[in-house]
């Protein structure tokens, strides 16, 4: 596997503990005095996920990656109430707390969940004082079953499209050891159709790590999304990108929330990509970072988060 899709080496790495209690990994790569992008990925994924565009990113940007709970190498809710979009948001205003100093602002980017994750914590002061822009990537704000893709069009009862999706979503049906049978279903549903079989591992690397358990409740969570009111409410300048092959959340979504946003810089459209837009095309990703960086962000207007930055009750932080 080439260097893009192996794991960036993080110059710090912090536990964060969220309003709950939850323990949140977070890893920092790139300049401790660049302009500070935060990455939110998506359902069944990691910190490993943004490994493309990090390393794009990092010679001139301080960037700060964290796993949502549940995946990767942060805690698991000890509780049922432990998953929701509140909390999702909770996580991302105690990792911003804890590496943003009040006064500095940052380009926050999610990706399908992690972008759902921005909408959820539009209302929260911690997170849209220290937010100087936000770009969602390959996401949606709501109405995820109806608009999903994954069953072809074909299949025209809109009732049946939605059982299908819905269990799609909440199976807990252990993924296994990655197969022939596994990449090629993670190529169709979640890749563009070009996609290469390097891509494709990598893919099939990140979905299958994350625990059955952890991706079925997070689904439950996804079937019946509901963000319509806290996109509206993002008040930072927000771009969004969606690849025209995207089965989960399709152009549609990314068009309803153009219209919806109080500040759209641009809506694009990557012809032929799937719902993984970061590692599909991570120059077109990073270059939508930058170009939010270059307008929204002075130089010097984030700061380097050094351990006296740190809330001692809130993070803990490991050298690496």
Do not use: N
Not at 3 to 9: H, K, Q, S
Not at 190 to 195: C, N
Request: aromatic share 4%.
């Amino acid at each position: 596997m080439t260097l893009r899709y192996e794991a960036v080496p993080a110059r710090r790495e912090l536990t964060v503990v969220s309003a709950d209690g939850t323990r949140i990994h977070v890893e920092e790569y790139g300049r401790a005095d660049g302009p500070t992008v935060v990455l939110s990925h998506g359902w069944t994924c990691s910190t490993l996920f943004w490994a493309p565009v990090v390393r794009l990113l990092a010679d001139d940007h301080r960037i700060v990656a964290y796993d949502q709970r549940g995946h990767g190498r942060s805690a698991a809710p000890a509780t049922r109430r432990g998953y929701g979009t509140g909390v999702l948001a909770d996580d991302l205003q105690a990792v911003l707390e804890a590496v943003v100093p009040e006064g500095e602002r940052v380009v926050l980017a999610g990706h399908s969940m992690g972008g759902m994750t921005i909408m959820a914590a539009s209302g929260r002061a911690a997170v849209r004082d220290r937010t100087a822009a936000v770009l969602l990537a390959s996401t949606g704000s709501g109405g995820l079953l109806g608009a999903t893709e994954v069953l072809p069009p074909r299949f025209r009862s809109r009732r049946l499209r939605s059982l299908f999706h819905r269990q799609l979503l909440v199976s807990r049906m252990p993924l296994g050891r990655v197969t022939r049978l596994s990449r090629a279903a993670l190529k169709y549903g979640i890749l563009g159709a070009g996609s290469t079989p390097e891509l494709v591992d990598f893919t099939a690397r990140i979905v299958h790590a994350c625990r059955a358990g952890q991706r079925a409740a997070w689904g439950r969570v996804l079937a019946v999304l509901d963000l319509d009111v806290e996109l509206a409410a993002i008040e930072a300048p927000t771009a969004i990108l969606v690849g025209t092959a995207d089965k989960l959340t399709p152009q549609v979504h990314a068009r309803g929330m153009a219209a919806a946003l109080p500040q759209l810089t641009g809506l694009t459209e990557l012809p032929g990509l799937g719902h993984m837009t970061p590692i599909e095309d991570p120059p077109a990703v990073a270059r939508a970072v930058r170009d939010l960086v270059a307008v929204h962000l002075t130089a010097g207007s984030s700061a380097d988060a050094t351990e006296t930055d740190v809330p001692a009750a809130v993070a803990e932080e490991k050298s690496v």
